[in-house]
DNA sequence: ACCTGAACACCGTTCAAGT
DNA sequence: ACCTGAACACCGTTCAAGT
């Protein structure tokens, strides 16, 4: 028999177990079973606590995707180039996007702590192969803000099914622009990735190689 | 004093009618005006019709963003390079896309037949510039996902306003990913077209020019 | 101070009942 | 056949009241 010496504890509902609570019943049963009810009844507590604890729901639904996002660690391999580096960080962080569920709708206002923090180690593996800190930047925002927007549209997109109208006679010559395949969904993410790194490679090959890692406060005419 | 000879008229709700109110509402009151209850309100008539015209809420949200997307109309100067008429559909659409109310709400499950007619006078010209089919479709595609990705992840971004978190000591040194003012994101938007636009031209160039623009069937070994 | 039952003001959706 | 009043089963949110 253990004796307690502390007061008898009183059950007080914390902020990270409202947390918790919201993202199981996102895995059980998608967005819409994340309730402030549904939450609270689970905690066992009326749903008054939730607005001191985490404020209202649209800040419940922040907190969540917070959370599931920070989560989120995408480990690169050592070696290789930056560009090689920055390909394989988006390709990894789209499969780990893909992996929340309902996506697009915790996606929508995505915080800029969680996309920092999941940045941070291609920011320094950017900058350890050589580019400063401005690039380096540059490069990861132009990576998330690509592989976020994509892994949306994707998520949208995957209602294609039991569409399947009668071949129109109005319809353009110039053919069908949807009916993708999932392997062409891949391809048109990994040439779009491709693109971009092509494009920030031209980007840091032109811009005056190894001055400006620091801004320079040089002489000024103004 | 005109006489009706026509049976008089019994008032019907017509399934664009419902949509008409439900865009109206979506203009006036943004996203969460449009209600089954108020957009059947609007025109006199129990909500019961609104699920026999249109089906279910989801139904009339679909309905109205393919509406909205399909009344896009990019008109593209005659002149230029595909690859220009390219990049400046891109913007244009964007613009477009930025105009709709509550777009991120609106843009998760876009129609193919949307973007269908949105993208037709860019396929022509690109076909007129000389692409074949495939390609120009694979051009219009991609610009299409990369330009609708973008705009939702700008919509969703511009809720940095009012938080503004005191100098965190163990911030990272990499810096910050975020904090993008309104100039940057346009700069991050072009660049994003541009690299496509120059990765498409690199494929399109390094492909066997001039011969199958129709898919030939040559002996098989099958 | 913190939690509760109960209520307010909505939702989407569907029922039996009218005409 | 088509529309209605009314209801069902929920929501987010907040109140006065308890301890």
């Known amino acids: 028999m253990t004796t307690r010496q502390q007061p ?107 996309l920092v923090r999941a940045t941070r180690p291609l920011l320094g593996g950017l900058r350890s192969a050589g580019l400063d800190r401005e690039q380096a ?22 209602k294609l099914e039991a569409h399947f109208e009668p071949a129109d006679p109005l319809s353009p010559a110039g053919g069908r622009a949807d009916g993708v395949t999932q392997s062409e969904i891949d391809d048109l993410f990994a040439a779009q990735i491709r693109f971009a790194v092509d494009g920030l490679r031209h980007e840091v090959e032109s811009s005056p190689a190894g001055i400006g890692l620091e801004p320079q406060e040089g002489p000024t005419f103004s």
């Open 8 to 114: 008898a504890m009183r059950v007080v509902v914390h902020r990270d177990a409202v947390i918790d609570t919201a993202i199981a019943l996102l895995y059980e049963q998608g967005f819409k079973g994340v309730t402030m009810r549904a939450v609270a009844y689970r905690l066992g507590v009326s749903p008054i606590p939730l607005y001191s604890k985490v404020g209202d729901k649209s800040a419940l639904i922040e907190a969540v995707a917070e959370r599931l996002l920070g989560e989120i660690e995408v480990n690169l391999g050592a070696g290789g180039t930056w560009m090689e580096q920055a390909e394989q960080w988006a390709h990894t962080y789209r499969d780990r996007l893909k992996a929340l569920p309902d996506r697009h709708l915790l996606l929508n206002n995505q915080s800029r702590d969680a």
């Open 137 to 158: 930047v540059r490069v990861c925002r132009m990576l998330t803000w690509i592989t976020t927007g994509f892994v949306i549209v994707e998520s949208g997109a995957a």
